[in-house]
């Protein structure tokens, strides 16, 4: 740690124990967003993905209709309120990744090397970031080679959409498009966080809604679709009596927010110190619900019209709605629309997943942001073209998101809330803002979100996956 940083952790130390507001000074030359807009589509950006697209609709039709959306809405208020505002205050409080902050957390403890401790600890968030990112790369290669069949028309013209997409979901079946995926991804991260992942994010993301809107609308034309919507708004109460609606509920909040120790954390660290993160938290919880629910009236409905089921998971978007498309009028139109608004999905959140493990690179081995990036690109070239195949890449999804991700959120959240001095959380959280946060916040973060959280991880293990 350099004597600046050094100078840091021990200013907001001792702010704390004087009772003064911490300092909020930051090692210079950190790029960082440059607008609070500009933070909150990145955050976005990072939420919103496949899991909105092909899982969410799904939970909502199976689990009750209507009546998922109470316990997923009481999770999304729970978790945003806690989790997501404590990642993007532990971030930016400590300004670097979870390797980093882990380690100024335990200094601030007192704890005997616990620098070296902490950042050992944050390698678990920082290389399952990667992991996931690996894995999710193969399916931003698979939205792509999509994109390019529906603009060709050989989507359209398939007479064997299963067949199709096993022969892209395949050992290295799918190595031109997987690299097209990730060379677009580390194009833009290389021109880094203000001039890369900000600029990008504030087109991309407006432009997935408007593209999911207008597929709404055509959606809400077929005939047939009437009765998708009433199975998918109209509640059936009887689901809530069911322990399973609200492990999932559970489980597609949590995970949906990006709530992993990692990704929520490190773009925090980008953020500048009067920035309200209680209403960027906010309208994060939002805009992605918002993007659950337009994709579920586009799923849920459009399958209806033409007789088919609500599949979970990969088939229901590279199966199940391109047949959709092809029996649609202007289906060719339409698909296109599709996958350009997932391929959008799918860079915005690969982008946030690989910046973990880059930030650590430049961080911890002051690498040049480019040679950061060429690392962690060569890693996932590597690693990801042996997990082509469907179900070789579904079965590393799982084993990450169940054992890995929700470990990580647990560790930012005690590194966080209970490692850091007592009231340190709250300070930094409510830097910003224009009100204090009430008390409800110590008590709901360092003892309900951290009880949930665990929750998440045994209910995983237990289920077999949550989220």
Known sequence: ???QEDNFVAEEARAIEVGEEPTGKAPKKRDAFTTRAGFILACVGSAV?????????YRVAQLGGAAFLIPYFIFVLLLGFTGVIGEM???????????????????????????????????????????????????????????????????MAQTDMGAFFSGIASSFGNVGFHLLGLAVTFLIMIAGIS????????????LFFVLFLIIAVRV????????GYEYLLVPRWEALLNPTTWVYALGQAFFSLSLAGCGTLV???????????????????????VAGMLAACVVVPAVFAFGLDVSSGPPLLFITLAQVFQEMPLGGLFAIILFVAVVFAAITSLMNLFE??????????????GGAVGIVAIAAVAVGLFLESGDVVSVWMDVISIYVIPVGALLAAIMFFWVCPRGFAKKQAELGRPKPLGKWFDFATRYVFVIVTAAVIVLGIFYGGIG
């Open 356 to 369: 973990a493990p880059v930030e650590a690179l430049q961080e911890q081995l002051k690498l040049s942001r």
């Open 267 to 289: 773009y925090g660290s980008y953020l500048k110190k009067d920035v309200d993160v209680t209403y960027a938290a906010r309208n994060v919880a939002i805009f992605d619900t």
């Open 195 to 206: 001039r890369g992942i900000e600029r990008v994010n504030k087109v991309l993301m407006p």
């Open 1 to 3: 740690m350099t004597t």
């Open 89 to 155: 205050s532990f971030g930016r409080a400590m300004r670097t990744g979870p390797m980093g902050a882990f380690g100024k957390a335990m200094e601030m403890r007192g704890v005997k090397n616990g620098k070296t401790i902490g950042k050992i600890v944050g390698l678990i968030p920082t290389l399952g970031s990667l992991a996931i990112a690996i894995g999710y790369a193969v399916v931003l290669g698979w939205a792509f080679n999509y994109l390019v069949a529906s603009l060709d028309g050989q989507l």
């Open 220 to 227: 809400a034309t077929l005939p047939g679709a009437a009765v």
């Open 49 to 57: 993905g496949m899991a909105n697209i092909w899982l969410f609709p």
